[in-house]
């Protein structure tokens, strides 16, 4: 890397960057590729971002003094100290690696376009720091088995569509293809609402055929929700079709992307009442543990 894109070096975060939120696990290439394919249609700078957490500290030393001698304690402290040292320089070097192996994933490396950034402390916190200047986040989900049969969404990636104002996009699985499609997810709140807007507005899914499905019982009243819909994001320019899928959304929304590998997910951020999301959960939360596909959170 040169001078210019090395982590170390204090630079200022271009408006309305793309941030690819990397973090070495599984998910780390699709982040990279599904970032590079965003800014594109965007038009948008694209930065490659790595956090550093604090380490564990190490266990705490008693006072063996009166065992071992005071030098031995000394001699014991200074060891510790190195070694909590070589564990920083090993962390930043590994963190340099990602990222120098993240550049070389990219096809097209847009030049100036493109930034390198190391930071430190917690995601969320990092990125609420960055959000003035970012257009869009990307993350992976990792998400892990907690029984044989559920998964438990990665709670780095729950905490930052919480916290955070601009839309988030989140990668299932170690591959990245672009989509061919777009579901919005609708069901006439100011939530939907507003994503609905938010898409009108956005290059990122111009172009493509979209989907309005909304979740639910059929009936006049759901068709005329989506009919109004349809009409707004037609005007906008869309070619659209509209759905109603019956069930929750947290299982008929899922179900329905397996039919639709191809496509996006996209949905308003966390409806809900806190109240309620912390009696029965949020359904952005079960979507994003539970879709095979990318998917767009909007605030």
């Known amino acids: 890397m040169n001078d210019q894109s090395t982590p170390e070096a204090v630079q200022p975060i271009r408006p309305d960057t793309v941030f690819a939120c990397i973090d070495g696990l599984a998910t780390t290439p699709a982040v990279v ?17 790595h956090t550093l957490q604090q380490p564990e500290p190490l266990p705490p030393v008693g006072d063996y003094s009166g065992v071992i001698g005071m030098g031995a304690q000394d001699l014991l402290l200074e060891r510790l100290n190195a070694l909590d040292e070589e564990r920083t320089q090993l962390a930043h070097e590994a963190a340099r690696r990602m990222l120098d192996a993240a550049h070389a994933r990219l096809a097209n490396p847009q030049g100036e376009q493109l930034q390198l950034l190391l930071r430190h402390g917690e995601l969320t916190d990092v990125l609420l720091e960055h959000e003035p ?8 989900s990792n998400r892990r088995p907690s029984s044989a049969r559920k998964l438990r969404l990665d709670h780095h990636v729950e905490s930052v569509v919480r916290s955070v104002r601009q839309p988030v996009m989140v990668m299932p699985g170690p591959q990245f293809t672009p989509p061919t499609g777009f579901v919005l997810a609708y069901d006439g709140s100011a939530t939907a609402q507003q994503a609905l807007r938010t898409v009108g507005r956005s290059p990122l899914l111009r172009g493509l055929p979209g989907l309005l499905a909304l979740a639910g ?12 819909a349809q009409a707004q ?13 019956p069930g929750a959304p947290e299982e008929a929304l899922p179900a329905l992307m397996d039919e639709r590998p191809d496509d996006m997910l996209v949905l ?24 095979n596909v990318p998917v767009v959170v909007l605030r």
């Open 217 to 228: 019982e059929p009936g006049e009243q759901a068709q005329q929700c989506l009919h109004e």
């Open 233 to 245: 994001l037609r005007a906008a320019g869309f070619e659209v079709a509209t759905r109603i899928i």
């Open 133 to 140: 200047q970012a257009r869009l986040f990307v993350l992976g």
């Open 33 to 49: 590729d599904g970032a590079a394919w965003a800014a594109q249609r965007l038009g948008a700078p694209l930065a490659l971002l």
């Open 268 to 291: 308003g951020a966390y409806g809900h009442s806190r109240i309620r999301q912390l009696i029965v959960g949020s359904t952005t939360t079960a979507l994003l543990r539970l879709s």
